[in-house]
């Protein structure tokens, strides 16, 4: 396995592997690596010929408040993991190389990110975007895999490869969760034993709204108030960013359930803020 530090050198590598008919997969991460990203890579590594994965703690999508500087990093494990995933590159670029001085451009999807995420988290998607636009830029991969964990992100990048004509077929994947139901995610680590158990309450109120559906309830509120009331059952200090019905595709707010109305929560525990969602219909 390869691992790749330089831009310069990872974009000569994917040149090379282009001119010689190699297909590219590319997989975005953060590090600090879960099942959840290593099935990213190997569902990567059934659709291209090689798998390139980046690992770069993006400094510009935290906001001053956020957890840049506490975000878990784990290099030797995570090559560990991605080595045994089946990953072939791992691109690690460091911070100056992506964001030279004078550096002024950035990606701005704008309907789809002034809501959720992007309401509570102003300039995040500008970041997520940017970063993601270079990544493909630097890689210029075939294929670009992310979670359906962090599915705003994902319709917002889905959004922008269309809209800035990248070649890449955009795959979404699904959420690989633990035992109990929790989303698998880096921030879980921050959790000590007792508080871990407490966080399955996002997917609890997940599956209770699912179940409400499914019952053909489609008063919002009425679902809404039964998610809060399992949330603080279980996680009684627990604060709750928001519980949002949207379609599934434009991220617009829903009145009442219907086909493709998706779910999506973040909720404070513990001073650890968490996403999930799912879709109802
Ligand atoms: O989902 C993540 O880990 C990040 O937002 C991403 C896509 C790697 C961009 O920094």
Known sequence: MKIIRSVRQMQSHCRILAANGKSI?????????????????RKAGKLCDRVITSIFVNPTQFAANEDFSRYPRDEKSDLAKIKKAGGDVVFIPKAKDIYPDNFQTFVDVQKLTRTLEGNVRPGHFLAVATIVAKLFNITRPDVAIFGM???????????????????IRFVIAPTVREKDGLAMSSRNSYFTTEQRKEAVCLYRALRRAKVMASENISDLNAIRTDMERVIKSICPTAEIDYIAFTDFESLEPL????????????????????IDNMKLL
Do not use: W
Request: proline share 4%.
């Open 255 to 274: 009145m009442t359930i219907r086909k493709n109305c998706i779910c999506s929560l973040a909720v404070r525990l513990f001073n650890v803020r968490l």
């Open 149 to 167: 964990k962090d599915y705003q992100q994902a319709i917002v990048l889905k959004q922008m490869t269309s809209d800035l004509n990248y070649p």
């Open 25 to 41: 997969a590319l997989v975005p991460t953060m590090g600090f690596l879960h099942e959840g990203h290593l099935s990213l890579i």
